[in-house]
């Protein structure tokens, strides 16, 4: 039973102030004026519940909910579902004049009633919605998206609800896959786990034997060979021809998740192990990508035998990073309406164990984190949960022992089965749904490719990113200048040596002036500059090496590919992720009812386009 709150006085008043003022926010109607016995009348009706109901009773009668049935798009295309709307009766019964507007024009209206809304929030010791959005721990969006128009959230849990200690966790699945290499026959003596020898996003190339950074392209951009990093005139040989063509899998295995970390480091190390030749010849001849499949064999079998995952169940403080601030934004969502799913590949025991440990003690009222989801389907084997359908089994024992079902139910327990199967227990489709996880291709590709469902890409490491983003914009920003420099010297220089080409080949230059230049004089000119160029260049080269070192020494910034370009990690996130961010706890921070809006996208000429604009004045006929 949840508990009931009844607000103080000085609550009261903040809260009916709050309430007014969101309603001007949203309408133009006259600002009323309230007396105290006003607000003492209506006090003692005041009492809010603390727990999870539903959504259409927030406000009482002075707001309501736009239905499913009564939704339309807005300018931007998105779905109206779940929106606020103000009783006019309401109004009616404080004597305003429903037809009445607020005198001036809009823009500065709103601005006003933005900045007293703000002061309003400041007094009630509530962080300004601008703070988290300009944060490590903000949440970026790629495509639009209106949470209040959504009617459920999946969520995925390794590495999306439940965080490990990369270190810890990755640290020990390599050390399993190398005892499992060893008793093969491989040599690993002398190996250790090095989490900074990759990143997420990178490629492996099971033919070469490398590991690979592509731009948004495909174009590789560096590359190692086992755990040496490849220069740039090597990388240019090797791969000058070659795109990067994640549908080739025979040669190429993305890194989408921080599941990817152990298994790479093992085989890039192994790539030396046999590029020295003292892998055994018992083994069999092996090419890089029989290796490949050598160190995969060896990590599944850690996961599969249940090694790693009963040490993790058996000591989870020493593996999982707890977030006090998680449990609580599930709640906000549930209890703003939201129907929250779990969907996980993992099993049920593994999956309760972990639940338990890092939900639980964060979670209200004696609540477990059961309560929290209108439906738990552990073992999915997605992404074929998102393509095809399986059978699905209800979990219906402590023990985990299941039996055959058709039909899920509101806080059922469910085995395998397949989103189609949710869709219609849930009686909604497609848009309505949003679906959170850390995994690229089996998250999130997926589930929007097949179902056209709303995604959310969780990746830890952009809290890291951003901060190192934000230390590296003075070495970028000296860059860019020097970069600009060049790049007048150049046009310069080229068209000095334009007309001395034409001049050479017997031909005017391209004004009388220079085809009448002395040449000695032409040719001083052309030498100072190409001696700038030159100077220039060896400024510029290594500090673009070193670009992205603040973030990872060998591979640079995580999202970009060059100093220019997106890598080709980022490109994925834009295509297939609605938003994404670096843990799901920071929902907290932006409400169930959040509207994001994704930002401008640049094209190559706006730049000119803007730059003309400004120079010449006006547009040119």
Known sequence: MPNLTILSWPNLQSLAMATINLQFLQNPFPRPTFSSKNLVMRAPKMVFKCGCSSSSSVGGDAFSLTSSSKCDVDYLGESTKGDLNINLKHLENF???????????????????AEEAGSLLTDLGIPSPSAARLSPRGIFCTRTLNLRSISAIGYDMDYTLIHYNVMAWEGRAYDYCMENLKSMGFPVEGLAFDPDLVIRGLVIDKEKGNLVKADRFGYVKRAMHGTKMLSTRAVSEMYGRELVD?????????????????????????VDRLDDGVIPADLGPLDYKGLYKAVGKALFRAHVEGQLKSEIMSKPELFVEPDPELPLALLDQKEAGKKLLLITNS??????????????????????????????????????????????????????????????????????????MVENSLNIHGDEILYVGDHIYTDVSQSKVHLRWRTAL???????????LIHSRGPRATVVELINQKEVVGDLFNQLRLALQRRTKGRPAQTLAATNMDDRELTESMQKLLIVMQRLDEKIAPLLEADGELFNKRWG??????????????????????????RVSNFLNYTPFMYFRSQEQTLAHDTYSHYSSEHNGSSTN
């Not at 607020?102 to 823009?107: D, N, Q, T, Y």
């Not at 969780?458 to 190192?468: D, G, M, S, V």
């Not at 490109?571 to 992720?577: D, F, L, P, T």
């Open 557 to 582: 910034f995580l999202s970009r590919a060059g100093l220019w370009d997106k890598s080709h990690l980022m490109r994925q996130i834009e295509k297939y992720a609605d938003i994404y961010t670096s």
């Open 246 to 270: 994640l549908r080739k899998e025979s040669q190429w295995e993305f890194l989408n998740t921080l599941f990817s970390v152990s298994e790479a480091v093992a085989y890039m190390q192994m």
């Open 95 to 113: 004597g305003l004049d429903g037809q009445a507007t607020l005198e001036g024009p809009i823009e500065q209206v709103a601005r006003l009633e």
């Open 458 to 468: 969780i990746c830890r490491e952009l809290e890291e990113e951003y901060k190192a």
């Open 347 to 420: 099993d049920y025991h593994y999956t309760d164990k972990m639940m338990q440990h890092s939900f639980n003690r964060f979670l209200p009222n004696d609540m477990g984190w059961r309560d929290l989801f209108d439906m738990v389907i552990v073992s999915a084997r997605k992404p074929e949960f998102f393509q095809m359908s399986h059978p699905l089994y209800e979990v219906v024992t402590g023990e985990g022992l299941m039996r055959p079902c058709f039909k899920t139910r509101t806080g059922g327990l469910y085995s395998g089965g397949s989103a189609q």
